[in-house]
């Protein structure tokens, strides 16, 4: 099993500065690839950025420039920079383990962004 752990949401201005982390415990072997989603009220849950072992990170279009995801050690940290009030939503952490034995998507909690204009 594996456990992920956000925390760093909160409410922030337009333009200002957030950084989420995300711990992760417990079987980390094969975890390969792990990134952050956000779920806007009323709206599906949708990729935000998102790095694979041995790759760059990837980042949806809307937030290319301005956000930041970057692994140290154990926690995935999601850098979130000129915030937007459509940034507004519940951040997930993201982990897929793969192995010669299958495939498990793992998620955290959520942790809510509000961004007021």
């Known amino acids: 099993q594996v456990q992920l752990v956000e925390s760093g949401g909160g409410v922030v201005q337009a333009g200002g500065s957030l950084r989420l982390s995300c711990a992760v415990s417990?079987?980390?072997?094969?975890?390969?690839?792990m990134g952050w989603y956000r779920q806007a009220p009323g709206k599906q849950r949708d990729l935000v950025a998102t790095?694979?072992?041995?790759?760059c990170a990837s980042y949806a279009d809307s937030v290319k420039g301005r956000f930041t995801l970057f692994r140290d050690a154990d926690t995935v940290y999601l850098q979130m920079n000129s915030l937007k009030p459509e940034d507004t939503g519940v951040y997930y952490c993201?982990?897929?383990?793969?192995?010669?034995?299958?495939?498990?998507?793992?998620w955290g909690q959520g942790t809510q962004v509000t961004v007021s204009s």
């Open positions: 993201n982990a897929i383990k793969s192995t010669t034995f299958g495939r498990w998507n793992y």
């Open positions: 417990g079987s980390i072997f094969g975890l390969n690839t």
């Open positions: 790095i694979t072992v041995g790759t």
